[in-house]
């Protein structure tokens, strides 16, 4: 798998940081949970591969923020579509601006804090699917 540069920003003195459980993974923001998906963590642990974040344990401690809204991207989306289109998915993620991957990141963050379930995010989930003609 080809390791792809996500730009090293100043790195954040918040911690931010993935923990993987057995089918599913939580994003934490300091103390504050940004996003829980139901997906395999492998996928995530890929994926933070090919972004140059290594894995400590059962989990993930992201440096930049950047890193840490594409990955998020990818769990938010990743549980609503079939195994065939992760790959696609997957491209995506790495190959889209930092713009996007700050503005969705933000959108399903927002919207779990709001809601505090999944459910709630499918209608931007959709959006996303939408916009990116998935």
């Known amino acids: 798998m080809e390791t792809v540069q996500v730009v090293q920003t100043k790195k954040s003195s918040i ?5 993987l459980y057995r089918k599913s993974v939580v994003f934490r923001w300091g103390m504050t949970s940004d996003l829980k998906a139901k ?3 492998q ?3 890929r994926l933070a591969a090919a972004f140059g974040i290594p894995a400590h344990g059962r989990a993930i ?11 998020l991207v990818y769990a938010a989306v990743r549980p609503s579509l079939n195994p065939a289109q992760a790959s696609e998915l997957a491209w995506l993620v790495k190959t889209m601006n930092s713009w996007d991957a700050h503005y969705w990141a933000s959108a399903f963050r927002e919207e779990w804090w709001r809601s505090g379930g999944y459910t709630h995010l499918r209608d931007r989930v959709k959006a996303f699917k939408l916009f990116f003609r998935m």
């Open 39 to 41: 997906l395999n963590p």
């Open 43 to 45: 996928e995530v642990l």
């Open 61 to 71: 401690p992201v440096d930049t923020l950047e890193g840490y809204n594409r990955l």
């Open 15 to 19: 911690n931010m940081q993935i923990k």
